[in-house]
């Protein structure tokens, strides 16, 4: 019994949010038998051996309290707790009537301070002084003597594996002795395997819980997943129908929402049954700022709540046929069945304004800012289209800045050509169609030529020449972006590297994003890429988006030091349209500022726009750091640059972005 799960028995019931429930309760410490459903309760409650019911009774109020009714005569004569979850903010007389029902115990999650964990502890204490030391250890040894369907192995030694006696005979035709950690897996279905990868993928990233449904011995079965200390533990639960089976495969672990399959096949029978639907994509824009300054924890946590807050506000809002699902990461999909267009728009600002309001966590404000993009569609669109077309605008509205709410515009012509470059992307990278530009970059005063950004393109063999914009959010959503990333900056280097030895004194300039600087290896990789290329680092500068580093501030700054120690250069790009601020900079190792070119194009015309600029730069040299504007497209502008003293520039003025041999030809010339 030595790798038995050392944990108690604890039933839940929770209509909505089932999943994450049950993933948050079992990081607690509590082996978590769920419901989603009262039907059986009480049978199911015994079976499970549990001594503490939660049941959630924040939605669906009428069942939870019926619910609570059927258990509370054992409450009395069994020594049970029944500890109810509420939000009196939404039902004021929740807790008394959860009492008049028969809960022993009770949390509002209306208090900033509610703590699901020392709730529960409370009520397991309240367990044990109903039935006596004595009693309860009996209690649970006899709980573990019910021998459910366990099994354990160590994370770095697979053949370290124990199961308990109950699954190796209900598991009998699986050969254990040979095939240890993957006797059960051999005997899944292809489409199970995949869920199994899935749910293993999802603990590696630190997810505290998972589950799998899938059939043993033809019977259908959860099973879950956690892992603790070294170890992978897992336990199998029987499912009454396979109903059951079908409402675990289609809801999303974390919120408890439907999940993208789900939405998928709900989206394709309305379309065929001839509705119009109306899609909403919304996103959380700062989640990755969220995560970093309050930590996964919080940020998953955040996305329960929102979740539980679109399916009751959209309930509430709309009458019609709706679905409410997460689609993936920060991002959710409502699908509402016939509603009228001329409504949409206030029905997306009303459902924004009633969900993402401030929320608290362990005592601190967490500001999530939405933005929701819309798709119409009817029985004419393929339902993957028409969520396709509903994130695209997602994505433009979360990237313009502007308003919350943008509406699809694009043909269903454009959103099959993103799907054939998505598609295309990966190949094209390995047939060598992303190029490499590189645009000048000169002193203000002289004019003189000091380096050169690295631009990526994509030479599309049908399309022509894609952009950096369209090449990256195409790597953004192909999933793909931090081999492409890798690809540019050896690429870049590489060419940089073969200039003549005359034009050795030139810089190169190169973009870092967000995820480079993610990775834990980052600064160990760019010096190989440089020593690979044989390029020198005191002639590099790495450009980095200001708003991408705030999440991750102090990170950041370690990774960039350790290239900085080696000659590499650090410039803030596009400063002036994030989050500026004089903390940052004193905080990295930065060497220079760049100025948006949307800021640069202002500064020919009255004194007041020269404002900001020039209070830029001042800023920049009171730090001793050089200034970069971009996107210089007149002498004017040119003229007023040196006169606020900025040193470097780069614009259409003197060239747009080339590619390697007509920079050659041009650093040559200007030599």
């Not at 979850?85 to 009492?99: E, F, G, K, M, T």
């Not at 390995?430 to 645009?439: D, P, V």
């Not at 747009?656 to 200007?670: K, N, V």
């Amino acid at each position: 019994m030595a790798h038995l799960v050392e944990f108690r028995n604890l039933f839940l019931l929770s209509f909505h949010e089932r999943d994450p429930l049950a993933a948050e309760i079992t990081s607690f410490g509590w082996r978590v038998h769920s419901a989603r459903r009262s039907d059986n309760l009480s049978a199911r409650f015994f079976s499970a051996g549990a001594m503490i019911a939660v049941i959630d009774a924040r939605s669906a109020t009428d069942g939870c309290l019926e619910a609570i009714a059927e258990l509370s005569t054992s409450a009395t004569e069994g020594g049970i707790a029944i500890l109810a979850l509420v939000d009196s903010s939404r039902h004021p007389q929740i807790v008394a009537q959860c009492y008049d029902s028969g809960a022993t115990h009770y949390l509002d999650f209306a208090d900033a301070g509610a703590d699901l964990a020392q709730a529960i502890k409370y009520a397991y204490r309240y367990v044990e002084n109903f039935r006596g030391g004595a009693e309860r250890a009996s209690h649970e040894q006899s709980m573990l003597a019910r021998a459910d369907l366990q099994w354990s192995m160590a994370v770095d030694a697979v053949t370290e594996f124990w199961a308990s006696d109950s699954l190796l005979k209900a598991a009998s035709e699986i050969d254990f002795a040979r095939y240890p950690a993957t006797g059960i897996y051999r005997c899944l279905s292809e489409k199970e395997r995949k869920r199994v990868r899935g749910a293993m993928g999802r603990l590696r990233d630190g997810a505290r819980q998972a589950a799998v449904p899938h059939r043993l011995n033809g019977r259908a079965v959860i099973h879950h997943l956690h892992e603790a200390d070294g170890r992978i533990f897992g336990r199998i639960e029987y499912l009454a129908n396979s109903e059951d089976m079908d409402d675990w495969t289609g809801r999303d672990l974390l919120s408890g929402l439907r999940n993208t399959a789900a939405a998928r096949s709900w989206i394709r029978q309305k379309l065929e049954a001839g509705s119009q639907l109306t899609l909403l994509a919304i996103g959380i824009k700062n989640f990755r700022t969220i995560n970093a300054a309050f930590g996964r924890q919080a940020g998953d946590q955040l996305l329960r709540i929102l979740g539980h807050r679109l399916m009751d506000q959209t309930q509430l809002q709309y009458a019609g046929s709706q679905l409410v699902a997460r689609i993936d990461g920060q991002n959710f999909l409502i699908a509402l069945a016939d509603i009228q267009t001329s409504k949409v728009s206030a029905f997306a600002n009303d459902l924004i304004g009633s969900v993402f309001y401030d929320l608290q966590f362990e005592g601190r404000s967490i500001n999530p800012v939405a933005r929701a993009g819309v798709a119409i569609g009817n029985s004419n669109s393929s339902e993957k289209t028409l969520i396709r077309k509903a994130v695209l605008a997602l994505a433009e509205a979360t990237a313009a800045d502007a308003l919350p709410i943008n509406f699809s515009t694009v043909s269903e012509a454009d959103v099959h050509l993103e799907e054939v470059l998505e598609e295309q992307l990966a190949g094209a990278m390995g047939r060598g169609e992303i190029a490499i530009a590189f645009q000048p970059q000169m002193k203000v005063d002289t004019g003189q030529l000091v380096g050169a950004e690295a631009l990526a393109r994509w030479e599309h063999p049908e399309y022509g020449l894609l952009g950096a914009s369209t090449l990256f959010a195409v790597a953004e959503r192909a999933g793909v972006m931090e081999s492409l990333s890798t690809q540019i900056h050896k690429q870049a280097l590489m060419l940089a590297a073969r200039w003549p030895k005359s034009l050795g004194f030139l810089r190169l300039s190169i973009n870092v994003t967000a995820s480079d600087l993610a990775a834990t290896a980052f600064d160990v990789n760019m010096q190989k890429h440089i020593e690979n290329a044989g390029f020198e680092p005191d002639r590099l500068t790495l450009e980095i988006t200001e708003s991408e580093l705030i999440g991750n501030l102090s990170a950041s700054a370690d990774i960039l030091q350790r290239l900085r120690a080696i000659g590499v250069r650090i410039a803030i790009d596009d400063f002036g349209t994030g989050y500026s601020s004089l903390s940052y900079l004193k905080e990295l190792p930065v060497d220079y500022l760049k100025i948006d070119s949307g800021l640069t194009g202002d500064i020919s015309g009255s004194p007041k726009d020269q404002v900001v600029v020039r209070s830029i730069i001042d800023m920049a040299h009171s730090l001793d750091l050089g200034v970069i504007a971009e996107g210089v497209e007149t002498e004017g502008q040119l003229k007023t640059l040196a006169k606020l003293g900025c040193e470097y520039f780069q614009g259409f003025l003197r060239s747009g972005p080339l590619s390697s041999d007509e920079f050659e030809a041009f650093a040559l010339r200007s030599n």
